[in-house]
């Protein structure tokens, strides 16, 4: 079996500062790379802050806080990925972008390191015939927020060996996740699941049956959800969401996966949810206000 000790993650956005916390947490050498210095000096303060919660919560020691700190290091240059044992692409959900990224790591990679994508939707098979190592290559789909959501999708392509996912599933057991194994089909298990939820609360929104805080009320209350769906979808992302409902409309050819019309619509606007401000709600008032 593959030993992995050292951990390259590429996108420093908020999964990949996610999966680089919980890897150093138990132990790994971690390389975090981003096209940008500023993003990447942002993800080790948040890292930082999201670890200082743990140590006030007695679910860490200050020591292990700053050993765990000390085995992340960061840059732009994907040679930095020349040792690792594994690479973990944590890009934004787009499958042109994810193959450009892949054709310039493998260059840098020793020709037994594994590499994982922590696509939220995308054929993996596909994905793994961009790389010159279909067979080293599968899905570890992180929930958000990684450090605190206890579930991992493993995804096989077709060409991923037993090795490899051995290996993957052995490094989800060792940083405290457990795994849910996936077949290779639009959207795995959570998301084939999830988003024709979320896609059906803003069919419900943009129908008129319900107002945003009627529509999360009564799922709330209703269906005992910790969250509404619009306020879920606000917290994941409406850009994800679209790409999500996307992947599944082309992927699977049936029409009850058609994306909300209003969903496409507030992503056009930029209102993307709380990472832009507003999305379902408007997030520059205390408490957020429905925008609808």
């Known amino acids: 079996m593959s030993t992995i000790t050292k951990i390259g993650i590429i996108g420093a956005g908020q999964m990949g500062s996610g999966i680089a916390h919980v890897c150093a947490q138990a132990g790994y050498s971690i390389v975090l790379n981003d096209i940008s210095e500023d993003v990447l000096t942002k993800s080790v303060s948040l890292i930082a802050k999201n670890m200082d919660r743990q140590v006030q919560k007695g679910k860490m020691s200050e020591a292990d806080k700053t050993a765990s700190l000390d085995r992340i290091k960061t840059g732009t240059d994907m040679a930095l990925f020349g040792d690792c044992d594994l690479v973990i692409e944590a890009a934004t959900e787009n499958e042109s972008l994810k193959r450009d990224i892949f054709?310039?790591?493998?260059?840098?990679?020793?020709?037994?390191?594994?590499?994982?994508?922590?696509?939220?939707?995308?054929?993996?098979t596909r994905l793994a015939a961009s790389t010159d190592r279909p067979a080293k290559f599968m899905g570890m789909h992180f929930m958000n927020p990684v450090p605190v959501m206890q579930l991992v999708e493993l995804i096989r392509g077709i060409a991923t060996d037993e090795e490899t996912f051995s290996a993957v599933r052995e490094l989800t057991a060792k940083i405290g996740k457990t795994a849910a194994v996936a077949e290779d089909f639009p959207a795995f298990i959570v998301n084939r699941i999830l988003l024709p939820m979320i896609n059906e609360a803003v069919y419900t929104l943009y129908e008129g049956v319900g107002g945003v805080e009627a529509i999360?009320?009564?799922?709330?209350?209703?269906?005992?959800?910790?969250?509404?769906?619009?306020?879920?979808?606000?917290f994941i992302g409406l850009d994800t969401c679209l790409a999500v409902m996307q992947v599944l409309y082309e992927g699977l050819a049936d029409s009850k996966y058609r994306p909300c019309p209003l969903l496409v619509k507030y992503v056009e606007a930029g209102w993307v949810g709380r990472k832009a401000g507003r999305g379902f709600y408007d997030y520059s008032k205390n408490p957020p206000v429905p925008t609808r």
């Open 103 to 124: 054709k310039k790591l493998v260059p840098n990679l020793k020709p037994e390191a594994l590499i994982a994508t922590n696509t939220s939707s995308i054929s993996i």
């Open 216 to 234: 999360d009320t009564a799922l709330k209350l209703g269906a005992n959800h910790p969250m509404g769906p619009l306020e879920l979808a606000d």
